[in-house]
């Protein structure tokens, strides 16, 4: 079992946060991922052939000073939408044909409606989770989402 997490940030969403079955990634050295690297651009050494890819992108423009900034990092809208699709493409190249994804927003800033299809456009295909959240609903609420990876070879790779 080889499980890639894209985002590990301080690892809050794992029980065993030094799991010797996960390779952990991030872009700030601070944090002490295994790699440090921009996933949207997955260096040689990480490797393919993962069974479980972890995606916890950041999902809100909560500026660059605060608790959330040295909690999760700063990223902008722009950078957020960027680093969906071009990590999810990564994941793509470097996942096999059984390869599962699961995907962790909260819709506080960008709904969830707008994220699944740059997933989708990446080669990944939603299976289940808790779904859109309802209309007229005031509070933001944190999904999971599980994905698999296509059969096609729309990132062009992979196993
Ligand atoms: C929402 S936080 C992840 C929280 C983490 N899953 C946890 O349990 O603590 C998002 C993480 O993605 C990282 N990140 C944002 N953009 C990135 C990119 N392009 N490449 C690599 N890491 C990135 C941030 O540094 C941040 O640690």
Redesign the pocket.
């Known amino acids: 079992m080889k499980i890639l997490d894209l985002?590990?940030?301080?690892?809050?969403?794992w029980f065993n946060t030094k799991h010797p079955l996960v390779t952990f990634?991030?872009?700030?050295p601070e944090?002490k991922p295994d790699i440090v690297?921009?996933?949207?651009h997955l260096p040689a050494e990480v490797g393919s052939g993962f069974d479980l890819i972890v995606f916890?992108?950041?999902?809100e423009n909560c500026g660059p000073n605060g608790n959330m900034a040295r909690n999760?990092?700063h990223?902008t809208r722009a950078d957020i939408y960027d680093?969906i699709e071009g990590?999810a493409k990564e994941a793509y190249r470097v996942g096999k044909a059984t390869t599962l994804m699961a995907f962790k927003w909260n819709d506080c800033g960008i709904s969830l409606k707008k994220v699944i299809p740059l997933l989708e456009a990446s080669g990944w295909e939603p299976l289940f989770g808790h779904g859109f959240p309802k209309p007229g609903r005031h509070k933001s609420e944190t999904t999971w989402v599980m994905l698999m990876r296509r059969a096609d070879e729309l990132a062009g790779g992979g196993e």
Do not use: Q, W
Request: hydrophobic share 15%; charged share 30%.
């Open positions: 985002s590990a940030g301080h690892r809050h969403i990634l991030d872009r700030r944090v690297c921009d996933t949207r916890d992108p950041p999902h999760y990092g990223s680093t990590s």
